[in-house]
């Protein structure tokens, strides 16, 4: 399992106090239409994997594939972080992006 998740569990941890500045939003694959679909599957991942510790940000559901089309996405996990305005920021390293950002204050 790719450490992408959590990852960003430790990133939300790390910087709670600075949430006003970022948000971390999931998109699933459009694999899943409904969040009837989506829950049983976190579940198991959340009782086996995460230690039963719940999503600390929010998971959208992409069954268009639009917004994974719009910002480029070919493979999973990819992270993108994107500004206030839209605009992508940095795709890839976004997390050490993000964290270079925050850590300026």
């Given at each position: 399992m790719s450490r992408s998740l959590p990852d960003l569990f430790e990133l939300t941890e790390r910087f709670a106090d600075q949430i006003d500045r970022f948000?971390?939003?999931?998109?699933?694959?459009?694999?899943?239409?409904?969040?009837e679909e989506l829950d049983p599957y976190l579940d198991k991942l959340i009782e086996k994997r995460w230690k039963k510790k719940s999503f600390p940000f929010?998971?959208?559901?992409?069954?268009?594939?639009?917004?994974?089309?719009?910002?480029?996405?070919?493979?999973?996990?990819?992270?993108?972080?994107?500004?206030?305005?839209?605009?992508?920021?940095?795709?890839k390293g976004a997390q050490a992006t993000l964290i270079e950002l925050l850590e300026r204050k």
């Amino acid at each position: 399992m790719s450490r992408s998740l959590p990852d960003l569990f430790e990133l939300t941890e790390r910087f709670a106090d600075q949430i006003d500045r970022f948000a971390v939003v999931t998109v699933h694959t459009k694999d899943m239409a409904s969040f009837e679909e989506l829950d049983p599957y976190l579940d198991k991942l959340i009782e086996k994997r995460w230690k039963k510790k719940s999503f600390p940000f929010p998971i959208l559901l992409d069954p268009s594939g639009e917004t994974i089309a719009r910002y480029g996405v070919l493979g999973y996990p990819t992270s993108v972080l994107i500004g206030p305005d839209g605009t992508v920021l940095a795709a890839k390293g976004a997390q050490a992006t993000l964290i270079e950002l925050l850590e300026r204050k």
